[in-house]
T-cell receptor, first 113, second 112 residues
Framework: DGGITQSPKYLFRKEGQNVTLSCEQN?????MYWYRQDPGQGLRLIYY???????QKGDIAEGYSVSREKKESFPLTVTSAQKNPTAFYLC????????????FGQGTRLTVV | KQEVTQIPAALSVPEGENLVLNCSFT??????LQWFRQDPGKGLTSLLL?????REQTSGRLNASLDKSSGRSTLYIAASQPGDSATYLC???????????FGQGTTLQVKP
């Protein structure tokens, strides 16, 4: 089955710790995105990548980092600099960046303990 | 700056009713508008995509319309069922980055 796989489903982070969220797609899509969802705030864009080895900051990139070494993979690292990381993180992909349909993974819920 | 608003925030209807969810956007220069469904604790499922040149799209009991000039889109759900209970999100795509601007969603409850 083609789709987007995010792992883990739940993640717990201690104060001062970096954690990495995985996002893999087998749709052969060029563009990939990371969004954050908070209750009552909707989804906000963290980072996006339109092609391998290239990525750009979204609206709330501070405290996050990404890499795009392979077309199918776009991992997100939540660093200790992110002061309020507890949220639901969603990865998406699309064929290209323009007028194409976006598809989402099932999300990772990150909680600071 | 594009802003997307969804009204109402929550809606409760009896099974079998036809209903309309509303989405408005401030910048009419969009590539397309996409409607999603989200179940609690789950990711987003794409329902319908309307390109800027289109007026509407249909899939089963769902029909989405787009009026760029007025900055509005509606999602029409015919003969609602309890399984339609979920949060419905609309998102507008502007520019060439593929970035989606989301509304805050309408949470629908269909009572048996």
């Amino acid at each position: 089955d083609g789709g987007i796989t995010q792992s883990p489903k739940y993640l717990f982070r201690k104060e001062g710790q970096n954690v990495t969220l995985s996002c893999e797609q087998n749709l052969n899509h060029d563009a990939m995105y990371w969004y954050r969802q908070d209750p009552g705030q909707g989804l906000r864009l963290i980072y996006y990548s339109q092609i391998v080895n290239d990525f750009q900051k979204g609206d709330i990139a501070e405290g996050y980092s990404v890499s795009r070494e392979k077309k199918e993979s776009f991992p997100l690292t939540v660093t200790s600099a992110q002061k309020n990381p507890t949220a639901f993180y969603l990865c998406a992909s699309s064929i290209g960046a323009g007028g194409t349909e976006a598809f989402f993974g099932q999300g990772t819920r990150l909680t600071v303990v | 700056k594009q802003e997307v608003t969804q009204i109402p925030a929550a809606l409760s209807v009896p099974e079998g009713e036809n209903l309309v969810l509303n989405c408005s956007f401030t910048d009419s220069a969009i590539y397309n508008l996409q409607w999603f469904r989200q179940d609690p604790g789950k990711g987003l499922t794409s329902l319908l995509l309307i390109q800027s040149s289109q007026r509407e799209q249909t899939s089963g009991r769902l029909n989405a319309s787009l009026d760029k000039s007025s900055g509005r889109s509606t999602l029409y759900i015919a003969a609602s069922q309890p399984g339609d209970s979920a949060t419905y999100l609309c998102a507008a795509r502007s520019g060439n980055t593929g970035k989606l601007i989301f509304g805050q969603g309408t949470t629908l409850q269909v009572k048996p």
